[in-house]
């Protein structure tokens, strides 16, 4: 069974930083792409960063250049340092392959962006 736990939110002022952590386990880690999505308030959830197999990466328009995903297959850990973040980065992240696994989403973690 697919388990998987952010970790790493919180109340940041607009241009601070934030690195999330999303540990995985339950698959074969290092063969499988694995995304960060969010899901702001009243809006659905988005694909923001991905990273295949290969590390190859890529980002929605919003948040690229300010984001950065990574991995550790060792450790089966994704992350995703944000830089420069906004307002409108606001949301509940979560972490999942890519494509997502519909049921094994896991509680996210909530980044509030406020001064």
């Known amino acids: 069974q697919v388990q998987l736990m952010e970790s790493g939110g919180g109340l940041v002022q607009p241009g601070e930083s934030l690195r999330l952590s999303c540990a995985a386990s339950?698959?074969?880690?290092?063969?499988?792409?694995m995304g960060w999505y969010r899901q702001a308030p009243g809006k659905q959830r988005e694909l923001v960063a991905r990273?295949?197999?290969?590390?190859?990466?890529t980002y929605v328009d919003s948040v690229r250049g300010r984001f950065t995903i990574s991995r550790d297959n060792r450790a089966g850990v994704v992350y995703l340092q944000m830089n420069s973040l906004k307002s409108d980065d606001t949301a509940v992240y979560y972490c999942?392959?890519?494509?997502?696994?519909?049921?094994?989403w896991g509680r996210g973690t909530q980044v509030t962006v406020s001064s």
């Open positions: 999942n392959s890519y494509p997502a696994i519909d049921n094994s």
């Open positions: 339950g698959m074969i880690f290092s063969r499988t792409d």
């Open positions: 990273i295949t197999q290969l590390f190859r990466t």
